[in-house]
């Protein structure tokens, strides 16, 4: 897949509006497995978050990031379990400004799970 297809270029960049492409690029097997079980979605998010700390990306980018996950998950997914259920309804139910403060509690959570 070449440079030009990922949301963070080898540079450090990070391309925002190529979130929802990435996303759209996990076969439905791999989303299944990573959004059947709370801890598996949580797993996967903190792997991912690791390796952007690892080439430098801040907290404030990461939650940025976690953000647009959390508004494709919404338009596109239905919760598959009581965790994501309620996330879902808070999400739902935030102004952007505390939609914000999730998605950084969202990348603390993570950040706890490897």
Known sequence: MSEHNHVISKDG???MQKV???LDRI????KEAILEH???FQQYLGK???L????GLSEETLAIAAEKVADYLAKHEEPRNSEE???SELWRVGNKEERHKLAHMLV???QETK
């Not at 076969?27 to 791999?30: C, F, I, S, V």
């Not at 952007?52 to 080439?55: E, P, T």
């Open 13 to 15: 960049s990070v391309a």
């Open 20 to 22: 929802d492409e990435a």
């Open 27 to 30: 076969g439905p097997d791999q």
């Open 38 to 40: 709370f801890q598996s």
């Open 48 to 50: 991912r978050i690791h």
């Open 52 to 55: 952007a700390q690892k080439i």
């Open 85 to 87: 259920k309620l996330l």
């Open 108 to 110: 603390k959570l993570a």
